[in-house]
Structures are given as C-alpha cells and as structure tokens.
C-alpha cells in the first residue's frame, strides 16, 4: 500500500489587487514497495529545504526513483536537478505508476495538467484517495469558494478538472496551500502520511 508524504507544502503571496507576488509549489512523496515517487520539486532555491525535509522522513534525493512535475511551470519544476538518479515522467491520462499510483488529466491551468491519484488500499483507514493536484486545484479557498486557478488557459476546462479531483479524492494535496480533507473541509495536519 502506498504512503503520502507531504514534504513541502506549497504557497502563494499576492498584492492587494491580487497579482501574484511569490509562488512556491508544494512538494509530495508517494512511497510504494517498488518505487519512491517525488510530485513535483518546488521553485529554484528550495533544494537544500527539500533535501532536509527529505531527510527528516529518511530519504535521500537519491533514493528517489521517479519525478513526476504535474505541469511544466518553473515553480513545480525548478529542483528536478536534485533528483538526478530519478527518471523523469511525462505521465498521460490513465499511466499506472505503480500499484494504486496513476496519472489523472487534468487540463485548465495549463493544457499539460496532470494529477496524481494515490489509492489506498486499508480498510482501517478512512481515507481512501490522495490526489496530488498541482495548479488543477492550487489552494483551499479555491476548493471551498468553487473558483479554477486565476491562471488558467481554459475556464471551462479549468472548473471540470477541479469538480474531477473534489469528487474522487478524500485528501487533495493542491499546488500552492496546506494539504486538506474534502469531506471535513478543513486542513490537514502536517507533515502528513497516510
């Protein structure tokens, strides 16, 4: 059964008019007996944090088998460098990562989207579904205000793979906020592994 960590959760600062000053992606881990997975590598200059947060949960960079950046934006792409040793995915709608691990298409944000869906496979456990959305759903208020990213390439697009991720995911990991539970509507605690 797959394990989530959240090793970096993402951010976003704007002015008062709403442009966006600073944004930092959130970083994941998906730990699955055949591989160890990073989503996305946050912004350029955040490798020695990751590298330590990395380590906090026992993992060196370069243990890290596959990189996978939900789209191509240099603040979820920006530290693929330090997972030299990972192979680097372009995962497609559909693509088994490994058990319980699959790409999900999720276009709006920009037309190369993609989502991560962590099925979890524990009866004990209440949560059932990890997605790991990137810019497709970017923080909390947009999931409890039903607003797309304000950057997107296609509204329309962008709303159907939001409504896509809140239907199927039990915990969504967004690109730019804190980890939260879609039933609660409230965050999770983190670091978190489920």
């Known amino acids: 059964m797959p394990a989530v960590f959240l090793v970096k959760p993402g951010s976003i600062k704007r002015d008062e008019q709403g442009r966006i000053l600073d944004a930092?992606?959130?970083v994941a881990l998906i730990y699955s007996k055949e591989q160890m997975i990073i989503v996305d590598s946050g912004t350029k200059g955040e490798g020695e944090l990751i590298r330590r947060e990395l380590q906090r949960i026992g993992v060196e960079p370069e243990e890290i088998?596959?990189?996978?950046n939900t789209h191509s934006h240099a603040d979820h792409c920006g530290n693929?460098?330090?997972f030299s040793?990972?192979?680097?995915?372009a995962g497609k709608d559909g693509d088994i990562i490994a058990p319980g691990v699959r790409v999900m298409a999720t276009p709006g944000h920009s037309m190369d989207s993609i989502s991560i869906m962590v099925e979890?496979?524990?009866a004990a456990s209440q949560i059932k579904t990890i997605v790991i959305a990137g810019d497709a759903l970017p923080t909390?208020?947009?999931f409890l205000k039903n607003v797309p990213p304000s950057l997107h390439v296609d509204r329309e697009l962008a709303i159907a793979s939001m409504r896509k991720i809140v239907s199927l995911s039990d915990i969504v990991?967004?690109?730019h906020d804190i980890a939260f539970s879609v039933r609660r509507r409230e965050y999770?605690?983190?670091?978190f592994m489920v």
């Open 120 to 122: 979890m496979n524990n």
């Open 140 to 142: 909390f208020g947009n």
């Open 173 to 175: 990991v967004p690109g």
């Open 85 to 89: 040793h990972a192979k680097n995915l």
């Open 65 to 68: 088998n596959i990189l996978i």
């Open 80 to 82: 693929n460098c330090l």
């Open 188 to 191: 999770m605690s983190i670091p």
């Open 24 to 26: 930092r992606s959130s």
